[in-house]
């Protein structure tokens, strides 16, 4: 294309002082003056098509800035020097992709303030720069109560949403199941640790809450059945787990305790406890049983009492067994607690075997023996056993008779 400069007038032309324009001058290159493009459709090309950058520099006092074609990106970039490359700050390329490149660099609109300033697809962004900093993490707090009609922000499967608190705590279901029984509070993994109620508090069982766990304040816990129809007790069970019952297996124990005893040692133990205990191995055909009570007095607390599972009391200030019985003609006892058969030996002379037998033959015997008519009958231990005892009935002329009431009782191990 021909190179043409088309001038109204030129006031000057020297080689020294260059070319003077309509007062603009051309000199060593440069261009001193105020230069417009005008006209309709006014074109200013920088570069002819050639594989090389092209930029406008400004030169300024201080700083340096660029406008250029990158040749080799093919960007227009923006940035701070002389030379293409240096420093970009912004850059765009073919496909209007625009760049704020790495660094140190702000990227500041000042006027923007919810009225004017940013806007993103048409739409002006009104949130400031504090709300926008939440949403990246931001770890700014209040202290203003959540309300109904607040909103909470959703990320909706990539897509940020705006709800409110009451749409949030139906779909979460807030602190009530959606049906009866239709939650739990907690899991097998993630558990609570501590409850706190207020005085008066309850727990309420069941769809009826008719099974109540309430507390009395200052006192203690009250367990009650509410329903007032007849034949409804609290039934209040301890439930083993295990599998397998064998003898002198503990089922089920209550302990009692004064564990902030200030002055320790015995103090502090159990003092006393109720145990149900296994006499046997259980079966399909077999649950015996024995209660324990236990006391202490400088100890843990150890077994004092236990009632059998066939009903008997055992402890040192209980009768191992008692009978009463009728000597005359076939012996027979009237009522009796752990004696068995009554062997007959001679006139006024029996041996009574126990039903469960004594620890040993230590024990001792108490006795009394009856025959209407007689002004004194007693009885006489002839042998100790720790399955049986050998007891004389004797008569005011003490000979041995078949008296008809006989009294006995024992205590021992």
């Not at 993490?137 to 909470?152: K, L, P």
């Not at 399909?284 to 100890?299: I, V």
């Not at 843990?300 to 009903?311: E, F, H, M, N």
């Not at 024990?363 to 025959?371: E, I, K, N, P, R």
């Amino acid at each position: 294309m021909a190179s043409q400069i088309k001038v109204d007038t030129i006031s000057e032309k020297t080689s020294a002082g260059g070319v003077t324009i309509d007062g603009l001058l051309i000199k060593d290159g440069g261009i001193s003056g105020d230069v417009s493009l005008i006209g309709t459709t006014p074109t200013f090309t920088i570069g002819d098509a050639g594989a090389e950058d092209a930029a406008l520099v400004f030169d300024g006092n201080a700083q340096d800035f660029y406008i250029a074609l990158d040749d080799s990106a093919d960007d227009l970039v923006i940035g701070l020097g002389s030379t293409v490359g240096t420093t970009p700050a912004i850059s765009i390329n073919e496909d209007r992709d625009v760049t704020i490149s790495d660094g140190a660099i702000d990227f500041d609109v000042a006027s923007h303030d919810g009225t004017n300033g940013l806007k993103l697809g048409g739409t002006l962004v009104t949130a400031t720069a504090a709300e926008i900093n939440l949403i990246d993490g931001g770890t700014s707090r209040g202290t203003t109560a959540i309300a109904d009609g607040d909103g909470v922000l959703i990320n909706d499967a990539g897509t940020m949403r705006m709800t409110t608190v009451q749409t949030l705590a139906t779909y979460i279901g807030g602190s009530d199941p959606s049906s009866a029984d239709g939650d739990t509070l907690g899991t097998a993994s993630l558990e609570w640790s501590d409850l706190y109620l207020a005085d008066g508090g309850q727990i309420l069982f069941g769809n009826d809450q008719e099974i109540t766990l309430t507390h009395s304040a200052d006192s203690g816990l009250l367990l009650k059945h509410t329903a007032t129809a007849d034949d409804k007790p609290i039934n209040l069970v301890l439930q083993t787990g295990e599998t397998d019952m064998a003898a002198d297996d503990v089922i089920g124990k209550i302990s009692f305790q004064a564990p902030d005893e200030g002055t320790g040692t015995d103090a502090v133990l159990v003092s006393a406890a109720i145990q149900a205990v296994a006499e046997g191995d259980h079966s399909s055909s077999s649950n015996a049983t024995r209660l324990e009570f236990h006391t202490g007095a400088s100890e843990l607390a150890t077994q004092k009492l236990q009632i059998t599972s066939d009903g008997r009391g055992l402890s040192q200030f209980t009768a191992k067994a008692w009978i009463q019985f009728d000597g005359s003609g076939t012996p027979a006892a009237a009522d009796s607690h752990n004696f068995g058969s009554i062997t007959d030996n001679g006139t006024g002379d029996y041996t009574i075997a126990f039903s469960n037998d004594l620890a040993n033959a230590n024990y001792a015997v108490a006795g009394l023996s009856h025959l209407p008519g007689t002004s004194y009958a007693t009885i006489q231990v002839q042998t100790h056993a720790a399955g049986s005892v050998r007891v004389y009935t004797v008569r005011s002329s003490w000979s041995l008779g078949d008296n008809n009431y006989n009294e006995i009782i024992i205590f021992g191990d």
